[in-house]
């Protein structure tokens, strides 16, 4: 059984750091592109990153570019998501996504994820 399991969430303050992990289970993701979305309270889930499945090409939501950073382990079969100068406004559950068997492309739709984690919570004060 494939599971994602996120870690790494937490209470910070505005302009601090986190770095949120996302440990795959029951399979290999070294070929599938994965990303990160998130879900803020009354708010639909939204594109934050991803990252093909080499790691090569990596594409951001404009509200985090330049801050955020996704990268991609495939000797541990693990990927990242390093968040500096956090805003309030970043405050949300925040979930790992990984493609299937060979869907190596970094996609911004959640739709392309087959597989999803439960979620980590952020929370930024200010």
């Known amino acids: 059984q494939v599971q994602l399991v996120e870690s790494g969430g937490g209470l910070v303050q505005a302009g601090g750091s986190l770095r949120l992990s996302c440990a795959p289970s029951?399979?290999?993701?070294?070929?599938?592109?994965m990303g990160w979305f998130r879900q803020a309270p009354g708010k639909e889930r939204a594109f934050v990153a991803a990252?093909?499945?080499?790691?090569?090409?990596?594409t951001y939501a404009a509200s985090v570019k330049g801050r955020f950073t996704i990268s991609k382990d495939n000797a541990k079969n693990a990927v990242y998501l390093q968040m500096n100068s956090l805003k309030p406004e970043d405050t949300a559950v925040y979930y790992c996504?990984?493609?299937?068997?060979?869907?190596?492309?970094?996609?911004?739709?959640?739709?392309?994820?087959?597989?999803w984690g439960q979620g980590t919570q952020v929370t930024v004060s200010s």
């Open positions: 990252i093909s499945w080499s790691g090569g090409v990596t």
């Open positions: 029951g399979r290999t993701f070294s070929s599938s592109a």
């Open positions: 996504a990984a493609g299937g068997p060979f869907a190596g492309i970094a996609t911004m739709s959640g739709s392309n994820y087959p597989y």
